[in-house]
C-alpha cells in the first residue's frame, strides 16, 4: 500500500475561489459576506478524477492525505472571522472529496489562524473536522505570510492546541500559505524557509519534553534540513540541546516531497526511514516534466523507487509510518 | 593551493566587540560616540595564530577570504551613520589581519548598509576597501535582521551597487547578519533561509540580463537549493525562465559549507564543478567535533577530498574556481 501523506486540493472547483476573493472583497468594503455557491458533485469529481485522482493511479500510490490548498489558505489576508468561514468551506469541500472518493482520500484540515489571533477558532474547525473523520491538520507557523511576525512553536502560545491534538491523537503538517513578502517566492522559498525555520525552533526548544506525544511532519524533505545534517547536529552540540536523534527525530517526521533522485537518495541516507513518509504535494508547486527524465518533477514515487531501501525500509516509507503518524487514518483503514 | 573562500574575523579582540557595544548604547542614550579602543598587532596576531591560522595549517590550506563576522555586522542595530563607523573599524581590522598575514589572508568587506538606507555609504565604504586591496563584498540581502523589508536583490534598488561591482570586477557573497526575529535561529534558519530566497530571487528575475558581469557567491552551499535542484530547475521551467544552468548558474556560485559528507555528495553530484568554491566558515557556525567522525564539522576539505571528484575538478573547487570569481586575488597573487 502507498499512502501520499501531502496532498492539496489545488484544482478545486472555480467557484470555490472565486468566493474567497468576493469574501475578501467585501470584508475590506464593509459589504456583507456573499453566499456560498452552489457546487455540484459533478464538478467535485471532474476535478478530482482528471487530475489528482488520475495520477494517483498512473503512478501507482493507493491514497493521498488530502487538505485544502495551502498557498490559498491566505491567514494573512483575512480577519479570523473571515477565515473562520473560508476553512469552514474548504474544510468541507474535502470532506465531499473524500466522501465521494472514500478509499482514495482521507481529510486534513486547514486552520482559521489570523496573526496574533488566539486559537479558540482553530481548535473549534480542528475537533470539527476530526468529528467529520479528518485524521489531521495542517498547522501555519507564520500566520503574517512572510513577516514571521508569530512566536516560534515552541511559545507557549501554541500550547492549547498541541494540548487537544495529543487529545484527539492528530499530527500537524507544519505547512506555510503564500507570502505577501515581496522578498519570499511562496513555492520557493517561503515554503523551504519555513520548513527549516521550524526544525530549527523545534531543534533549540524543549516542545516534545512538554508534549511527549505530539507529531509534526515537515514538509518538502524537511526544507534545508537534511542536506544541512551535519550542521544540526552541530548545532545541537553547541546548543547543549540532545543528540537529534533522542530528540527532535522523536516527534518530527519528513515527507518526500523532494523533486529529484540525488536529493531523495540523500534524505534517506542521512534521515532514519522511521522518519520518511512518502509525499508527493500532487498537484502542487512543480507540475512540470523534467527533461532530464522524461517524468513528472513531483512524481516523487519513483525516486524512492530507485533509492537504496530494502523492500522492508520502503514498505515503511509508503504506509507503515503514515500508519503509525496518523492512527486515525490506521483506525479508518482497519474498519 | 586550496583557498577558502569564506572565512570571518569571528576572533577579534574583545575591545573591538566591546567597542560596538558601547557605540549603540550611546546612539540610544544620545550620548557621543566612544573613541575606538588602541588594539596592538600582538593581540591581532594571537587571536588569529591560535585560530584560524592555526585551523588553516592543520587542515592544509593556504588562504583564507577573509571579512569581518558576519554576525556582528549587525545592520538592523545601528543607523546609517553608526553602521559607517562600524563598517570602517571592522574593514580595518580586516585589512591589519591582511597586512600581518599576507599569504594566509586576503580582506573582503562589510557594507554600511542600513534598512532602506541609500547605498552611498556602501558604495564609499567598497571603494575604500578595494583601494586598501580588498577583493569582494558581503551583501547583506535583509539588513532588517530577520524582517525582510528590503526589496528583492532583483530590485533597482540595489543596481547603484552592482553597477560599481562590474566596474571594480568585485564579487558579493550573500550574506546575513544575526537575526533579530525570535522566530529565525540566526545560523540554524536565518542563514539558511537567506540563501535560500536570495537564489529564487535570482531565478524568478533577469538581474543578470542587466548585470551580465555581475558575480554573487551563496554560501552555506546554497541553502536548500542543491538538495531541491528538481524543484527549482521546475520552478524555473513553470515561471517561464531559462534553465538554470544558462541563467542564474552563469553568475552564481556556492560554497562547500555543508557539514557532512553526504551534503557534499549531493552538492557536487547536481552543482557544475565551475559553480562551487571551496569554503569552511572556520572559526564559525559550528565548532564542535561529529562524533560519527572524530573531526570538526567544519573541516569540510576532507568532505571534498573524499568526494566523487577528479583531480582537476577538485583543483577548481580549491582554487580555479576563486581566482575566475575573484580577478583582484588572482591579480595580486600574480604579483
Redesign the interface.
Same mark, same amino acid.
Given at each position: 500500500m502507498i499512502i501520499d501523506c501531502h496532498g492539496h486540493y489545488t484544482t478545486a472547483p472555480q467557484a470555490h475561489t472565486d468566493w474567497r476573493r468576493d469574501q475578501l472583497t467585501a470584508l475590506l468594503s464593509g459589504a456583507g459576506t456573499p453566499e456560498y455557491p452552489s457546487i455540484s458533485d459533478d464538478e467535485i469529481r471532474e476535478s478530482i478524477e482528471t487530475q489528482q485522482l488520475r495520477m494517483l493511479r498512473e503512478r501507482g500510490s493507493d491514497m493521498t492525505i488530502f487538505s485544502p490548498r495551502a498557498s490559498a489558505m491566505g491567514h494573512h489576508e483575512g480577519d479570523l472571522e473571515a477565515n473562520r468561514a473560508w476553512s469552514r468551506v474548504s474544510n468541507d469541500l474535502v470532506a465531499r472529496v473524500v466522501d465521494l472518493f472514500p478509499s482514495a482520500f482521507i481529510g486534513v484540515c486547514q486552520l482559521p489562524q489570523s496573526p496574533g489571533a488566539p486559537l479558540d477558532a482553530a481548535i473549534s474547525e480542528l475537533r470539527r473536522c476530526v468529528d467529520m473523520g479528518f485524521v489531521g491538520l495542517n498547522l501555519n507557523?507564520?500566520p503574517s505570510g &512572510?513577516?514571521?511576525t508569530?512566536?516560534?512553536l515552541t511559545d507557549p502560545y501554541w500550547f492549547p492546541l498541541y494540548e487537544v491534538m495529543v487529545e484527539l491523537d492528530v499530527p500537524a503538517m507544519v505547512h506555510v500559505s503564500a507570502s505577501s513578502?515581496?522578498?519570499?517566492?511562496a =513555492? &520557493?522559498?517561503h515554503y523551504?524557509?519555513a520548513d =527549516? =525555520?521550524a526544525f530549527?525552533?523545534l *531543534?533549540?526548544g524543549d516542545l516534545f519534553g512538554t508534549f511527549p506525544e505530539l507529531r509534526l511532519v515537515i514538509p518538502? !524533505?524537511g526544507?534545508?534540513v537534511?542536506?544541512?545534517? &551535519?550542521?544540526?547536529? !552541530? *548545532?545541537a552540540?553547541?546548543l547543549g540541546q540532545p543528540p537529534l536523534d533522542t530528540h527532535v527525530m522523536r516527534n518530527v517526521f519528513f515527507d518526500t516531497c523532494?523533486?529529484?533522485q540525488?536529493?531523495i537518495? *540523500?534524505l534517506v541516507?542521512?534521515i532514519d526511514t522511521d522518519n520518511i513518509l512518502f509525499g508527493s504535494e500532487m498537484v502542487g508547486?512543480?507540475? &512540470?516534466i523534467?527533461p532530464t527524465t522524461g517524468h513528472y518533477?513531483?512524481d516523487t514515487r519513483r525516486y524512492v523507487e530507485a533509492a537504496d531501501l530494502s523492500g522492508a525500509q520502503r514498505e515503511q516509507i509508503y504506509a507503515g509510518n503514515a500508519l503509525r503518524v496518523y492512527p486515525r487514518l490506521a483506525a479508518q483503514l482497519g474498519r
Open positions: 507557523p507564520d &512572510g513577516h514571521w508569530s512566536p516560534p513578502n515581496p522578498a519570499f517566492h =513555492t &520557493g522559498a523551504m524557509n =527549516t =525555520t530549527m525552533q *531543534l533549540a518538502h !524533505g526544507g534545508a537534511p542536506y544541512h545534517w &551535519g550542521r544540526y547536529r !552541530g *548545532l552540540d553547541m523532494v523533486y529529484h540525488a536529493g537518495d *540523500l541516507e542521512v508547486a512543480v507540475r &512540470g523534467d518533477f513531483d
